[in-house]
């Protein structure tokens, strides 16, 4: 028996982990796993190159509960510690066995998968206990089994003890203000968060299964039911595996284990799997987005040698694919020594950018191999398409050959594709090609109509981050421009070199602009007289593209230096001057009904934009059926 003081750099650094090292008591338990698992691996690693000359078998970790002693066991079948290793690993703090080993084995060891970062993971335990019992033999032979005891005082107690099996047992003596963990539902709580896919079979208790009934049995033959230990966790997940090892079956499966509480299936997975430059493996979903930005975010779980470390994965996943859910496994990933935050490092932003690039790869490899398929679930991951155009150049690099334009007759296209079906009408007297787009197909029908009856195409894209992707293509595609179906006269949208005929001279126009004017009396509406066609309609409010188009990317997020100021309801009214009506108008010389002529036309024309409301609809309703008397 030996007794002495824990190499520690302060007096009191058991307060100081309990206090400041870890910002949640509850992960105790992951990094005592965690270490099991390190010891478990390593000793399966030395079977392999034959350095342990023993049996590895088929080993497990044991949680155990004992409420009437209070105390918590987290007991491993790994390689287990001599008398000299305790001194060295469990009293020289912060010396860390993993690194030592992969120092010492780094180029047999690569895949063998220790987790240990940290040699302070031990002492987590003191957060929740007053007392910790280690009881370790370790697979060397002729090594005695040792006791180590400690109460959360720098001094300690090590001596000799009886144990008949390889590996090591940590008794936890739960102190009185954490006695919550003296509770199964507590512990299977935190093993199914943060071990639920550990990489060696974790039992906590037993459970009943019944045994299948043999062939030929009698019908009232019972069958048998016998005890067998719980296993918690499925240590081999399907990120682990390799693509062609699944099925698509596969991957729905362990969508749902992810996701137990999610009952549709995801549209497609993209597995990832890179060990240079850096280590990584996982697996993406695309579930069902439509148009929904604010859905929950956070859904991605981050994993270190298959233990779980958080789901708030900023920086690692692009913003884009926040809205996704999966794993994402590496050993790579830097973090801060409680595993709590990411620190800023150069690998990150590597492994981003692994990341969007393979995204950007399986998206073009979708859209070849079924392009029927990819266009059917395109309303579901539109949204996460434009916004990776939006805000990751890499992507927005390759987006042409996998981001869709439909349009409102339900075709789909390429951006190659949508230009040269487009140019040759869509092309205004300045050269320019003008994409037509409409952002709700029921409430801009006429104005679709109208283009429709030019022969023009018209997109419907109708993601809330659209102005932002139209201002990312203008600015980046060559002679394009796009263009609201609903922002003009569709004359006005792609003005042509064609001959203007006009029924009214210039003092008839001014006469019929000021008349309209004093008549609506409305500064929000901008009357300008057009000669149109004479079938088309006498009145059409149309909304400014830019006005329009800065407050939908106000109300998304941006609109640069206008972003903070509201911005007024403006309209333009535009008059037909050619039709019958304007000419009406003009010989009516009862001010009063002239007025009524013109503000009823008005009305028609807000009704046509959704904009009649309220006592104006009341008041055009009552006087629409006084009409008909």
């Not at 690993?89 to 063998?112: M, P, R, T």
């Not at 910790?132 to 090590?158: H, M, Q």
């Not at 004359?491 to 000021?514: A, F, G, H, W």
């Amino acid at each position: 028996m030996s007794t002495g003081s824990i190499n520690v750099s302060v007096e009191n650094i058991f307060p100081l982990i309990k206090k400041f090292l870890y910002s949640d008591h509850e992960i105790f338990l992951r990094e005592l796993i965690s270490n099991a698992t390190d010891a478990t691996t390593k000793l399966k690693h030395l079977t392999v190159i034959g350095e342990a000359k023993v049996d590895y078998g088929n080993p497990i970790i044991e949680v155990k509960i004992d409420k009437e002693a209070k105390t918590l066991t987290i007991k491993d079948q790994g390689l287990g510690m001599t008398g000299e290793e305790v001194e060295k690993y469990i009293n020289q703090v912060a010396f860390s066995g993993a690194e030592e080993f992969l120092e010492k084995y780094k180029d047999s060891a690569k895949d063998a998968g220790i987790i240990g970062h940290f040699g302070l993971g031990f002492y987590s335990a003191f957060m929740v206990a007053e007392k910790v019992e280690i009881f370790t033999k370790s697979y060397k032979e002729d090594n005695k089994a040792v006791r180590w005891i400690c109460d959360g005082s720098p001094e300690y107690t090590l001596e000799e003890t009886e144990k008949s099996d390889r590996g090591t047992e940590i008794v936890l003596h739960i102190a009185e203000d954490s006695l919550e963990f003296l509770e199964e539902s507590k512990i299977r709580e935190l093993l199914t968060k943060y071990n639920k896919f550990n990489q060696i079979p974790i039992k906590f208790g037993t459970k009943t299964e019944t045994l299948p009934l043999p062939e030929g049995s009698a019908e009232d033959a019972k069958p048998e039911s016998v005890e067998v230990d719980n296993i918690i966790n499925n240590p081999n997940p399907a990120w682990t595996k390799a693509p062609s090892e699944l099925k698509a079956e596969d991957y729905n499966n362990f969508y749902r284990e992810l996701y137990p509480m999610q009952f549709e299936d995801p549209l497609f997975h993209i597995h990832l799997n890179v060990d240079y430059p850096f280590n990584l493996t996982g697996v993406l979903f695309f579930p069902k987005l439509a148009n929904n930005l604010n859905i929950e975010k956070d859904k991605i779980q981050l994993y270190q040698n298959q233990v779980y470390v958080t789901d708030e994965v900023k920086g690692i996943v692009p913003d884009f694919l926040m809205l996704l859910r999966g794993v994402i496994d590496s050993p790579d990933i830097p973090l801060n020594v409680s595993r709590s935050y990411l620190q800023a490092d150069g690998a990150v932003k590597k492994i981003s950018s692994y990341i969007t690039k393979k995204v950007a790869d399986k998206m073009v490899s979708l859209f070849n191999e079924n392009r029927e398929d990819y266009e059917k679930k395109w309303n579901d991951i539109k949204i996460v398409i434009e916004y990776g155009m939006i805000s990751e150049d890499k992507f927005y690099e390759k987006s042409d050959k996998f981001a869709l334009y439909p349009t409102t007759e339900g075709q789909y296209y390429l951006w190659n594709e949508l230009v040269e079906k487009i140019k040759p009408t869509q092309t205004d007297k300045d050269g320019k090609t003008v994409i037509l787009y409409a952002t709700n197909a029921d409430e801009q029908h006429s104005y679709i109509s109208s283009a429709r009856d030019k022969g023009y195409e018209v997109l419907l894209l109708d993601s809330p981050i659209v102005p932002h992707l139209i201002q990312k293509l203008e600015s980046s595609k060559e002679n394009v421009s796009f263009a609201r179906v609903d922002a003009d006269h569709i004359n006005n949208l792609i003005k042509k070199d064609e001959p203007v005929i006009s029924k009214l001279n210039d003092t008839d126009k001014e006469t019929l602009k000021k008349e309209i004017e004093e008549s609506i009396n409305d500064t929000k509406f901008t009357v300008q007289l057009e000669d149109l066609d004479s079938t088309d309609a006498p009145f059409t409010l149309t909304q400014p593209e830019f006005i329009r188009r800065m407050k939908d990317m106000q109300a998304t997020g941006g609109g640069g230096m206008f972003a903070m100021g509201g911005f007024p309801e403006m309209y333009n009214l535009v008059v037909n001057s050619n039709s019958d009506f304007a000419g009406e108008l003009l010989k009516k010389e009862n001010a009063e009904e002239k007025s009524a002529m013109i503000n009823q036309a008005l009305d028609l024309a807000k009704l046509s934009q959704n904009l009649l409301k309220g006592k104006e609809l009341t008041d055009f309703i009552k006087r629409s059926f006084e009409s008909l008397k």
